[in-house]
């Protein structure tokens, strides 16, 4: 075997390595890991498999290696993701927008109306208010964040996608939300129960924020909060439109209708589970 690392090699070792270590989609982070790297995509790193790499390029692979064997999640060593095709930027301060996500993105869409005054609680990356100020060229968008380092990472992100003039960034708690009137509020709050965290995957519960996921005793904590301020924080005929985790719809459905909202509506996401319930002021 010669001493010489090309690509295709480094790739077979890596994804054997990745295996070993019982990641799954092994050849797939090698491949996105190796093409980061060098500094091109997927493509061009198939055109370059006798191509050596050299020390530096070894050095740098190496330590990208070393972080995904340790279950870091590809997004934060990539240091983006994609949401609604759009590239967002992120760092460990936030948690990784989800594809699922985008439903209630679809549906802020449907609902809201032309000129809309919108709030997203607990915007993180800024996925869900970015993606709405850039389909909306007429909406406002406020977006609320507990944690100062997200909301940094979020107006980057509204600078790179050129919506940073209609974004304003709040921080604070979403028990107290801002004492004004939205067409629309949206929310994919933290909704795990405190005691499911210990059982999630290791990328999951040792690298995204615990902030981001904890959802107190039953999960239901911010559902709370946001069902009660929703009446006197929505303008008549205005909605509430928020993520859920699977089998929270019932709950959460009661807590909306019993703070007087109405119009009740759920949505699925692709597979079939319910993700998104949502209601409206009277
Ligand atoms: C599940 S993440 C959602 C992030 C982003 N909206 C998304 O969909 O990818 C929940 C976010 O809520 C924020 N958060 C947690 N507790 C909060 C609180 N009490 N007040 C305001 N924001 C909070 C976290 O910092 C985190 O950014």
């Given at each position: 075997?010669?001493?010489?690392?090309?690509?295709?090699?480094?790739?077979?070792?890596?994804?054997?390595?990745?295996?070993?270590?019982?990641?799954?989609?092994?050849?797939?982070?090698?491949?996105?890991?190796?093409?980061?790297?060098?500094?091109?995509?997927?493509?061009?790193?198939?055109?370059?498999?006798?191509?050596?790499?050299?020390?530096?390029?070894?050095?740098?692979?190496?330590?990208?290696?070393?972080?995904?064997?340790?279950?870091?999640?590809?997004?934060?060593?990539?240091?983006?993701?994609?949401?609604?095709?759009?590239?967002?930027?992120?760092?460990?301060?936030?948690?990784?927008?989800?594809?699922?996500?985008?439903?209630?993105?679809?549906?802020?869409?449907?609902?809201?109306?032309?000129?809309?005054?919108?709030?997203?609680?607990?915007?993180?990356s800024g996925a869900i208010a970015v993606s709405l100020a850039v389909e909306r060229p007429a909406w406002q968008v406020a977006a609320l964040d507990v944690s100062p380092a997200a909301l940094a990472v979020a107006q980057g992100n509204a600078h790179r996608h050129q919506v940073a003039e209609r974004l304003r960034f709040l921080q604070g708690d979403l028990a107290r939300l801002p004492q004004e009137e939205f067409d629309l509020i949206v929310a994919n709050p933290p909704y795990i129960p405190s005691a499911d965290l210990a059982g999630l995957m290791p990328d999951v519960r040792d690298h995204e924020p615990h902030l981001a996921l904890d959802g107190g005793p039953d999960g239901l904590a911010a559902y709370r909060a946001l069902a009660a301020q929703a009446p006197s924080r929505l303008r008549s005929g205005g909605s509430l439109l928020v993520e859920i985790g699977q089998g929270q719809e019932q709950a959460v459905g009661e807590l909306f209708t019993r703070a007087g909202l109405q119009g009740l509506f759920r949505r699925a996401d692709y597979a079939g589970i319910i993700r998104v319930v949502g209601a409206t002021r009277k």
């Open positions: 075997m010669t001493d010489v690392w090309t690509v295709l090699r480094v790739l077979e070792w890596t994804a054997g390595y990745f295996r070993e270590r019982g990641i799954e989609s092994a050849r797939l982070d090698a491949d996105l890991l190796l093409a980061k790297t060098l500094g091109v995509d997927r493509v061009g790193l198939y055109l370059r498999y006798d191509q050596p790499l050299n020390a530096e390029e070894l050095r740098l692979f190496r330590a990208r290696v070393a972080r995904r064997a340790r279950r870091e999640p590809l997004a934060y060593i990539l240091g983006e993701v994609e949401f609604w095709s759009l590239a967002f930027a992120l760092t460990p301060d936030v948690l990784i927008p989800r594809p699922d996500t985008e439903v209630l993105v679809e549906e802020a869409l449907a609902r809201g109306p032309e000129e809309a005054r919108v709030l997203d609680v607990g915007t993180g």
